[in-house]
């Protein structure tokens, strides 16, 4: 197996990345997924992380991997410089280099594949079926769906224990009973997502990364806000999907959770 023939489990198994590049030049996206980093040689075993990191890094070096698998892109944009002196992106890159490990970044089009890091928010809070705030041929992102009523307090402990987080946090009316939620992976809050979410009668809006005026907005149109750290509400689905794919890898592999951000 080599990084090539990873990627083509990942996207025959989750999706394409050509499900990335469709949205993108839909929704004026733009995105950087796929083989990153191509260190060639046979694949001795592969590291899923959501992120790309020193500390991914230095695992698979300790697994003996020479292959890791993220959903944020390793290199996002345009490369002026390199400094893996005080850039832990940039010496993560160069011990790559070093040691010879390849990496693969799947990062939108896990986002809203079928069954991707989106699908499985709405899953791990609840949800089954859905109406969809963005939906391109093979994806879609944003859903709104109705849950078994609970109360915030529940509503958090859940979250609490799905998503192995103590940093979910509720804004708004404590009192309020949700049966029916808006989700957005990522950092999903945005004018598109409110007014779908408003436009739902949902009674909870769960994203990550929101700001004061986004939280302020949504409250007082009577819906609680429940803010996950950007690293819980994804590395649950990413965890899916690598239970997923598995077996179909053909290697050695491990999925590396990061609890500091979680």
């Known amino acids: 197996m080599k990084p090539q023939d990873i990627l083509n489990v990942l996207e025959s198994r989750v999706a394409p990345v050509k499900l990335s590049d469709d949205f993108c ?137 799905t998503f192995r987080t103590h940093r979910a946090v509720a804004f708004g009316n404590a009192d309020i009973v949700i049966d029916k939620v808006a989700s957005f992976c990522g950092a999903g809050c945005d004018g598109a997502a409110m007014s779908f979410a408003k436009a739902q009668g949902v009674k909870a809006f769960v994203s990550s990364d929101l700001k004061h005026h986004e939280i302020a907005e949504l409250t007082e149109c009577g819906m609680v806000v429940i803010e996950l750290t950007h690293y819980s509400a994804e590395a649950y689905g990413f965890g899916r999907i690598y239970e997923n794919v598995k077996r179909q890898l053909r290697v050695p592999s491990s999925m590396y959770y990061d609890e500091g951000l979680a």
């Open 25 to 161: 030049a839909k929704y004026k996206l733009y995105d950087n997924s796929g083989i990153i980093i191509d260190m060639g040689g046979e694949v001795t075993g592969c590291l899923f992380s959501l992120d790309f990191s020193k500390n991914a890094v230095a695992e698979a070096v300790k697994l003996g991997y020479n292959l890791i698998v993220t959903h944020h892109p390793a290199i996002y944009g345009g490369i002026s410089r390199l400094d893996a002196v005080t850039d832990g992106k940039a010496a993560a890159i160069a011990e790559c280099m070093k040691k010879g490990i390849s990496v693969i970044s799947m990062h939108l089009n896990f986002d809203a594949a079928p069954e991707g890091i989106d699908y499985y928010l709405m899953e791990g809070l609840g949800g089954k079926s859905c109406s969809v705030l963005a939906t391109i041929e093979g994806g879609a992102y944003g859903r709104a769906y109705e849950i078994a009523p609970v109360t915030v307090g529940q509503f958090l402990k859940h979250i609490e224990s």
